[in-house]
Every structure is written in C-alpha cells, then in structure tokens.
C-alpha cells in the first residue's frame, strides 16, 4: 500500500468531525434538554443524528476541507489523488470552493432549522457520489481508505436516519 501512514491531523479532523463530536452534541441535548424526556426515544435520537451529522460531519469538516484545499490545496492533490503537478491545484481550490460553500449552508442549518433537510440531501448524495467515486478507483493510500470510509459512512447514516 502506497503511504500507508494516514496524514495524522486529517485522520483527528474526520474522526472528530464525523464521530465524537456528534455523539457528544447528541449526549449534551439529551442530558440538558430535559422537554426530550417526553418525546418517542428512537424519533428524537434520529431527529439529532440528523441535526448534529449535518452541522458537524458536513457542515464543519467540509469547511475546514475547503479551507484547506483552498489554503494548502498540495494535501488533497497529493495525498488523495496522487496528483503530482501543481497544475492540478486550480482544480483543487475550486473544489475547496464549493467544499467551503457546502460546509456553511450545513453549518447554518443550526440556526436555519429549515435548511437541514436540503443540507442533508446535499450530503447525502455528495458524499456518497464521492465514496462511490473512491471505490471505483480503488484506494491505495491510508488517507484514501479514510476518505472513502467517512464519505460512505455519514453518507448511509444519513440516508437511514431520514428514511426511517
């Protein structure tokens, strides 16, 4: 396996970003927000898996992915996509672009409440586009396997807790 060391701040930013801090956010609301006591258990949980998926795990890591691939865009052309030629990085800053773009619509849908529905759909099908893309390139590297994990991960997390 090509680099098989995972790039050590992008691993802590997915696992917080897509694992601890929505579990922690959704532990906080069920211990503070005493009127959830009320309501059906299971509707409640999925209810702030959606709303804490949405603002951490599309909402605040695609913004400090945009950040970073409009800042540094060599990590992700290089390191995802094995793209050596800084050529390559025009294209990365775009994405970082709309990346940056994505992660404040599901970042404001925390005070938007009307924008999580369309915030989710949206990370639904861009991150499943993208874990699908993954896997038909096959990853070589650690940060790939990252990549296409979290991608299908929140992806089909997402889509449960809203079908269900």
Request: net charge positive; charged share 10%; proline share 4%.
């Amino acid at each position: 396996m090509e680099n098989a060391k995972p790039n050590r701040l992008y691993l802590i930013i997915v696992l917080l970003t897509m694992l601890v801090l929505p579990v922690l956010s959704i532990g906080f609301n069920f211990y503070y927000d005493k009127t959830l006591s009320n309501l059906d258990p299971l509707q409640t949980l999925r209810g702030l898996i959606i709303v804490w998926l949405v603002f951490w795990g599309i909402g605040i890591r695609l913004l400090t992915a945009g950040l970073r691939q409009i800042l540094k865009p060599a990590f992700t052309a290089e390191a995802i996509f094995h793209l050596r030629s800084t050529e390559s990085h025009i294209v990365i800053k775009e994405l970082g672009f709309a990346n940056l773009t994505l992660g404040l619509m599901a970042s404001a849908s925390l005070f938007l409440p009307s924008w999580q529905l369309p915030a989710a759909c949206m990370g639904i099908f861009f991150y499943g586009a993208a874990g699908i893309q993954h896997v038909i390139k096959r990853p070589v590297s650690a940060n790939e396997w990252i990549a296409l994990l979290s991608d299908l991960y929140i992806s089909i997390l997402l889509l449960v807790c809203l079908v269900a």
